[in-house]
């Protein structure tokens, strides 16, 4: 005798119904999505409310926790370095607020040394004026927030200008930049010629005599409504004394350094580094190590 089953037609779910569950499916995916970017803005929330707390509390443990908890991996600049693979390091490190305008210095929970600074204006550059608008086209100088390390230091240091100092100071001066290139002659109304001699700038004149252009901070080169702009590994495109007497570099151009303006401590006028008196970039040199963390809020 054969036996047959039947299935009851209401076993089958119908295709509305898994369409459903499809799309709940997907609400659900969504929804974790959100919660995860939720949470990744308390996070971050947190993380600045707990920097700040530091310089009062037993700090590095707190520290660490706050930027495990808020997922900084890695230092806030490309090219800064991450956590330190010595934990002895941990034992001291540098906090500076922006809002404040001031460093301390901590080893555990004991402040060793804290001073005034100065940190970045915040200002916006065009690179050129007619794309003001456009964030490539533009420079803004802004202190870095997050955590950085101490990765060199220097004594008297030299500033290599960044080619916004030279169309700062064109702005300022209405003249036109314009890049001094190695091999070609730049020829000026009365007949001299501006060129690249070595690690000169030199003005040579018609009846060949030859003059070499002094160079520094405010001896930028200015003729016929023109600001010449140095190549890289010429004496005019290398100040001294700007920095001051020493230099603390983080990574990216940014440093605690030095200063020639002792009365732009304690403001918002930096290009973005971080300025310090000559007398206190001095004891923040002998007292603090290749390594140190550096925490910016």
């Known amino acids: 005798m054969r036996t047959f089953t039947v299935q009851r037609e209401d076993s089958v779910p119908p295709r509305s119904g898994r369409r459903l569950g499809f799309l709940l499916v997907l609400l659900a995916l969504a929804l974790l ?7 990744a803005a308390m996070a971050e929330a947190r993380y600045e409310r707990d920097v700040a707390r530091m310089v009062f509390n037993d700090n590095l443990e707190l520290l660490e926790d706050a930027r495990r908890s808020a997922g900084r991996a890695a230092d806030s600049l490309s090219g800064a370095l991450a956590a330190s693979t010595d934990p002895s390091q941990e034992d001291s490190y540098i906090v500076i607020s922006i809002a404040e305008h001031r460093l301390w210095y901590k080893k555990q929970d004991q402040v ?11 200002k916006v550059l065009a690179k050129n004026a007619r794309k003001s608008s456009d964030k490539d086209s533009q420079w803004k100088f ?31 001066k209405k003249a036109q930049p314009v890049q001094l290139k190695r091999g070609a002659g730049y020829q000026l109304s009365d007949g001299s010629t501006i060129i690249v001699d070595n690690t000169d700038i030199v003005r040579r004149y018609p009846d060949g005599r030859d003059e070499v252009l002094e160079g520094g901070d405010g001896l930028e080169i200015i003729a016929d409504g023109k600001l010449f702009i140095p190549p890289f590994g010429t004496s005019h495109r290398r100040f001294q004394g700007v920095l001051g007497s020493h230099r603390l570099n983080m990574g990216d151009g940014y440093a605690l350094h030095g200063t020639n303006a002792p009365n ?11 300025r310090l008196r000559n007398e206190d970039i001095e004891t923040l040199y002998q007292l603090v190590p290749v390594g140190t963390p550096v925490y910016i809020y």
């Open 33 to 39: 999505g959100s919660l995860g970017a939720l949470s």
């Open 112 to 122: 060793v040394f804290s001073t005034r600074v100065a940190t970045g204006s915040g």
């Open 142 to 172: 802004e202190t870095p927030r997050g955590r950085l390390v101490v990765q060199s230091k220097e004594t008297d240091p030299a500033w290599v200008p960044p080619d916004w100092h030279y169309v700062e100071v064109g702005q300022k």
């Open 264 to 274: 732009s401590i304690g403001r918002s006028v930096s290009h973005g580094c971080v």
